[in-house]
């Protein structure tokens, strides 16, 4: 099984928007509604940002959102701030092979 | 307070093994799905093993398959991961994770750091 695809890096000015890809295949990214996406600052253990595609767990702040389009799924990011400067990961549920990670992308606030 | 405590790492020759644990407090244990997750140093997170809130069923990465065993002791809320045949690939800071519904993890440790060398 294949790790996702993520772009490495991305960047934005405060108060933009961002978004990140996440590519798989029909077998995982496009085959289920089960894609997660972690926060990741330096030296820290991932934080959970949302899942089932576009579903926040309670206390992430609505300018985080997901979404999905065949193979492809996306995280955006509104209203940048200094404190979403971090790693960030996609994970899909694959079935036989049940969980699988992107690569990881950083984020960089400029 | 919902938390996850991994201990267990250090530093392994390579062929010996090591054991992880990840005690958990604050939630419902037994009703969990119980996964652990790893990241080589300067990588990405790379799924590992998951085991059923009951210990029925078990699932592994390929890269682990056949050197690792996941397991579970709900009566001591406890989470292992027994490590043979250590490589230096296996070098990585080890995560258990709680799962959230079938697709997410919504709970980390800390973490724990293996790392496999002579």
């Known amino acids: 099984q294949s790790a996702l695809t993520q772009p490495r890096s991305v960047s934005g000015s405060p108060g933009q928007s961002v978004t990140i890809s996440c590519t798989g295949t029909?077998?995982?990214?496009?085959?289920?509604?089960?894609v997660s996406w972690y926060q990741q600052h330096p030296g820290k253990a991932p934080k959970f940002m949302i899942y089932?595609?576009?579903k926040r767990p309670s206390g992430v702040p609505d300018r985080f959102s997901g979404s999905k389009s065949g193979n492809t799924a996306s995280l955006t990011i509104s209203g940048l701030q200094a404190e979403d400067e971090a790693d960030y990961y996609c994970c899909s549920y694959a079935g036989s092979y049940p969980w699988v990670f992107g690569g990881g992308t950083k984020l960089t606030v400029l | 307070q919902v938390q996850l405590v991994e201990s267990g790492g250090g530093v392994v020759q390579p062929g010996r093994s090591l054991r992880l644990s990840c005690a958990a407090s604050?939630?419902?244990?037994?009703?969990?799905?119980m996964h652990w997750v790893r990241q080589a140093p300067g990588k990405g997170l790379e799924w590992v093993a998951v085991?059923?809130?009951?210990?029925?069923?078990?699932y592994y990465a390929d890269s682990v398959k056949g050197r690792f065993t996941i397991s579970r002791d709900n009566s001591k809320t406890t989470l292992y991961l027994q490590m043979n045949s250590l490589r230096a690939e296996d070098t990585a800071v080890y995560y258990c994770?709680?799962?959230?519904?079938?697709?997410?993890?919504?709970?980390w440790g800390q973490g724990t750091m293996v790392t496999v060398s002579s």
């Open positions: 604050g939630f419902t244990f037994s009703i969990y799905g």
């Open positions: 994770a709680r799962q959230w519904e079938l697709s997410a993890f919504d709970i």
């Open positions: 085991v059923w809130y009951d210990g029925s069923n078990k």
């Open positions: 029909s077998s995982d990214v496009g085959g289920y509604n089960y």
């Open positions: 089932d595609v576009s």
